[in-house]
């Protein structure tokens, strides 16, 4: 069956040339950001889980939860998280499968507390957080089911959604994930004082780039005041190193800007994340699967992370569709800005889309096949859509 | 103090004239809508007792909250919830202030039951659902705080954010915000078996349009599956006569086209909402503040629903931004698409944002003034703030 | 099957002529009673469903569950409930049944919370108190079914456990249950101030009672200090009035020993029930079936209340034997005290006891036959061992 | 002052002389004794905490909380817990004093999560258990607060309530104690496939005790059938060899009397406890302090674990009661049996009780001071009684 595949030509001002770009990144440990991590880690426990058990893939969503803060009084030299952060895991997983049990609500808290574990170093396990567990039981239609090996049949659409993508990134947005990476990659692991719910807010007005960052200082790896000061200071010039190093548009970096140095009021942690002390989290309120909150570009309000990689479409249309737009940039010359989105309708094959459709902006002359390359591409990437469920499920694609 | 004000002209195919649009509304029963309407309930019942009680309105937010699905067997004539939606309420608020107490878990737990007893006609209050409250306790910032009367100072904006708005609605927008409000205020006092957790998804494909509906029936309504197919058909065909009214395009309407009527398996329901029996919800998943999922459109990913209206961005530059959008349109002529954004600096007053910046579209020639005028409406507009915290508190203006 | 029936005379002070008796009762209203009430309301409101949809009593314990108290601002005039009370239903049910699902959870919902309003007539069910539920699912041996008709098969012992029951009550049980009932039928309602949450403790030394009651007031019936006082000063001589009534012993009354007015720390209450602020509560830890707890007499462990009435021995031996006390009593004369307990070994009928047992005081001379007549009315009653479990279900037996 | 203490003389059966005499322990896996556990645990946590940050110990009492069952499939050779147990720590605590914070909630998760991975070793802390808390903030009276050194007022009772104590132990008591103890030491250690959760019921009819255990196996030691045959074979041969060396009269034993081992219906467990799939448990429901049930003693209803060792009559008074009875028989020659019984009026000190009351039993000519000794030792332990909260705090008192 032909897939029902659009490709137009926008005019449009590329991102690039129009005056004002706004772009932002929750890192890590913001709570949003543990609620997408924790959802999507208690997905992938439960899918290795049924392969190992089921040889399948069985029905489950865990693309819902909260993370209720708790309360801490940091102080320099070490504080303490006075009440613990409250997790509390929802959605709902298949149970019973051809006479095999899956412990789904073990294997959700193991997975929601290794998660936390590995991410955030300085929560105490034992006292700082309590995980709880109010799954619901799921069923799992046959006819849904992902075998490891062997001819899949293709799944149907769990609802009428969509997934977004686009392709390549902006200036702003480049330099924000390279100092986010930055951040976790080279400066934290020398530095440890810098938090992990880092916020990077990114304002672009012509060619001067202002990046605001909230940055977390942990109490106990930060003696005094001046301590506090160098540490805001010191963050503060390597994050304009870096993102001076990506751009030749001139960039201001802030740092923690609601401080009050002189009324002591800083942004000092014990765990180095404001769930510990006021800001919930919930999965789905941060960023998009391709690492940013990007309110110029359009986007989908369905949360990627914890949702099941067989049929939900609100997870795999958003990844595919930003696969696509990749794919489509680098292997086609010429296109500023490329837009895809995938449309499914409930119950029907999610590799034939109600609507598959891309829009680009191309100011200069671009090739004439450009409309029919992406099409190739959009055809190619939808009959391929497993590879989407077996690399999520391998966790190689991130999705926040 | 100037504000920094930047609008610009964007040379862009202007929505009407794109080949593809997609757009979105989750009715009032479905379960994010749910969560949406609870926070909001939540926040204004605790600032008409903060007003009442300290003649302020102190911080809070509750912009967070979880409505995690029960179970139910809906059947023929009447069937059973079987395991109640438990909805846990989360957040923050003042408790303690200048002497006095404020109830605000009570406050919280009634605001919520009340919202839920309105919304959901057939959600018996007495077994189908438990609220649960796992609020924290907040902090006046005295600053900060709203009065009833007098002059209030500027507020400090709470976190480097932002807002953003649209005007106007796209033939597709109007189309489902109208199909909307005939189910809900037409069709549904009239025939009660159509439940309220309607989700509308929009696609336009040049000239034609498809909206395709998951619509839950009442089971105590609906005595067999002649019952069921004939509401379905005969919503359809409401939703046909509005939409086609609306629009001089073709409109195609699909209801419910995950059924298979031949094996039992429809959308019917005891209370009208998925929530139920299998869908979780989560504040801030659903509806932008105009009411729609606009995936073309710049979104933010801030929940408007359930922050404090006094100095919280995400809650107050989102309505200010499609307030000032739908004016400009409004007032001036020739403007094709008009996207207003508001971003805030953490901790600077909040008639001052960091930059807020229009980005319009007109293909015909507009009027000379197009940029002035604008500039002064959201100026003007920035200065008179205070308005939308007043609103808010007196319920005037939608969330989502 | 001949029963291990074993009839003992004990050579033994008998009670009234012990210098030193305590004895103690919790009102309606002491959170443990509280807990016990929901509990059996839960297993009746369960039973009920069973009997009426599967015309069979299945398996269920809810003998447990938790009441987390709130937190209140009491005031002269009215104050408020600031933290919901918390209650927590636990223990399991069967659920699923020849093709039936009974809604299990919502079943426990509704009879908890009718039983709060019902018993808690100042508590607003909607702001003043959470009802969560965290209840297992069990399963029915179809052996040990209730039948609501028809040849019951004799049913199997749940657990190793006993019960224990005691007649005739002395003379200061007498009084205690004589107060209670006192203050419950006659002075409450036409004192609304008085609330349901009275404790009494009895002591007799020789011939001199002293009882000691804490007796909450509510607070929107007191308008100042001097109504407090005045309120305590009536509860007391009212206690005191009808104590006197039923004995010939010199009656000292104590109301609220822990007050300290000068100091304005006083027990007042919004709901009349300490729950509201500070005193938890648990199943099973308050009055034994008979209404008391005494501490000179043999008690069981076993919380009756919330046990199935069909084979939990902790519930149906604990009635039972209480029963055969006082029928004993009644019928047989001479017997100063007497005590009847029944053990089970899991897994054998109930109506076979490992032993019943009874031991009997007797000062006087008693009839020859005594021993003889005990255990026929042992016997008997065991031998109809089934009618407890009707009555249980018709809610005509009290269990705290 | 002078205190009013009673003592008496009973013409009584003594125990070992009646008939009939029942008697029973759940050992420290029990369900309601992990309760017990935790609770104790957690008082002492917060014991240690406050005198550590305060130099004092605060108001507090965690002698609540509930073990809510999980689920689990057991299999020979290791089977799953599928559903974690659930945790509910209660009670309140005082979170702020004299310009500290004590982190409360935290130090109760640590303690509950510490004895639980103490005391069943096979439980995975990471998957099989939640621990959750909703402690309420309580607050401290200075006039009871607990001082590390110095001169410390004699606290005052917090309520009117009773303690309760008996010695020397029956035959059959010991023999119980005697059995636990064995298990615990000895016999699991060599064994680990018998679990904690031994519930030990003793039936003595006249010269002949039968002993019914009930005893988990734990499945990942029991590779078959004939496994959990010799096991439950093997702990019968150590029951009857412990029990028969500790008495003359006969012994049976009986163990796991409701499996029925043709079906497959036997006591197999993943963890050792009963709490892994479906029996909940509650504090203050098991054992009383001695570590025992014993319904033809005396005994108080009130939880010793878990409340404040301060002013808490529940424990204090049940703690010391025990320890005078158990001198007095030590020191007095002669008793047959001593029950004590403390009682207080909420807001007097608590070396001053209502009454102190000793009832012996002595069928022997014993010596003429019998009386006037036990009144010495009672009025010495009551003018000693700041000795039971130090030796809580420093944890030399078992609580169940």
Known sequence: MQRNISVEKLTQTPIEKQQIEIAER???????????????????????????????????????GEVVAGESIPKFGGGNVTRPIYILLTGRATKDFQGK????????VEAARNYLRETLQFLDMERDVIVDCRMGVG???????FR????????????????????????????????????????RPKNPIIGTDVKIMGLRQNNEINLTLCV????RFCGSMDDYVDAVGFIG??????????????????????????????????????????DDGSVGRGNRCNGLITPQRPM????????????????????LSTEIATQCVNEIDGIDDLYVRLLSQIGKPIDQPFVAS??????????????????????????????????????????F
């Open 237 to 278: 010039e390597e994050v304009k190193k870096v993102a001076s190093g990506c751009t030749d548009r001139k960039v201001n970096v802030w740092i923690n800007t609601g401080d009050r140095v002189d009324k002591g009021s800083i942004f000092l942690t014990v765990t180095g994340t404001s769930a510990e002390m006021g």
């Open 26 to 64: 929750k890192c890590i440990g913001h709570p949003d950001s543990l609620a997408d991590g924790i959802a999507e880690a208690v997905s992938r426990a439960l899918s290795r889980k049924y392969l190992e058990e089921c040889d399948a893939v069985l029905h489950h969503n865990t693309d819902q």
């Open 148 to 187: 490891a090996c062997g001819d899949n049949p293709v799944p149907h659409a769990n609802d009428t959604s969509f997934g977004i993508g686009h392709a390549p990134f902006s200036d702003l947005e480049n330099i924000i994930l390279r100092v986010s990476e930055h951040i976790d990659n080279n400066v």
């Open 300 to 319: 989908s309000m369905e949360a990627t992370s914890g949702k099941n990689p067989i049929n939900h479409i609100g997870k795999i249309y958003n990844l």
């Open 358 to 399: 891309a829009q680009y902006i191309a100011e200069e002359e671009c090739s004439t096949s450009v409309e029919k390359d992406i099409n190739s591409i959009i055809d190619e990437r939808l009959a391929d859509i497993a590879s989407i469920t077996e690399r999520v499920i391998r966790g190689e694609l991130k999705t």
């Open 139 to 145: 069923s799992s239609d046959l006819r849904d089911v």
């Open 101 to 108: 049990t899956i412990p789904t609500d073990a294997i959700a």
């Open 216 to 219: 977390p200082m942990i109490d």
